[in-house]
C-alpha cells in the first residue's frame, strides 16, 4: 500500500479520484487506523473521518505514520500465542473477534484498498503493477 502512494506529488496524492471522494492519501490514513483499531485498541473518533486526510497530512507523515502503526501491530501478533485469543480492540458490547478472524479481516480490506489504491495511482500518472 505504501508504494503506491509514494513519489506521488501534492496535490495529486490527496486529490479524490472517483466521486466517492476516496484518495491514496485517505486510504493509506484509513488503513493505519484500521490496524490500531483491531491490533491497538484504538477506537477513531469517527470512520468517514478515517478516509479524509487533514490539511495538517502530507504524504511523508501518513506514511510514517502507516509504517509505525504496522510495526506496532506486529509486535502485538509477535506476542500473541494462540490465534484463537480475542485481538485487542476498543471496549464494545459484543466480544472481541478472535486474532485468526482479525488476521483474516486485515488481509482482506488491506487487498480491498490495495485494489482502490493500483485505480487511483493509474489514473494519476499510469503506474500499474507493484
Not at 509514494?6 to 488503513?31: D, F, M, N, Y
Not at 506514511?63 to 485481538?87: F, K, M, S, W
Amino acid at each position: 500500500m505504501a508504494a503506491k502512494a509514494s513519489g506521488v506529488p501534492e496535490p495529486q496524492v490527496r486529490t479524490a479520484g472517483v466521486p466517492s471522494g476516496t484518495s491514496l492519501l485517505g486510504l493509506i490514513k484509513h488503513l493505519a487506523c484500521v490496524e490500531r483499531f483491531y491490533f491497538l485498541g484504538e477506537e477513531p473518533a469517527g470512520w468517514a473521518a478515517t478516509m479524509r486526510p487533514s490539511a495538517d497530512d502530507t504524504a511523508e507523515t501518513v506514511l510514517a505514520d502507516y509504517r509505525a502503526t504496522i510495526e506496532q501491530a506486529n509486535r502485538v501478533l509477535g506476542a500473541c500465542p494462540d490465534l484463537t485469543r480475542p485481538a485487542p480492540r476498543a471496549p464494545r458490547r459484543t466480544p472481541a473477534p478472535s486474532m485468526r478472524w482479525t488476521l483474516a479481516h486485515m488481509i482482506e480490506e488491506t487487498a480491498r484498498h490495495a485494489g482502490h489504491a493500483d485505480i487511483l495511482r493509474e489514473r494519476i500518472d499510469g503506474t500499474t503493477g507493484r
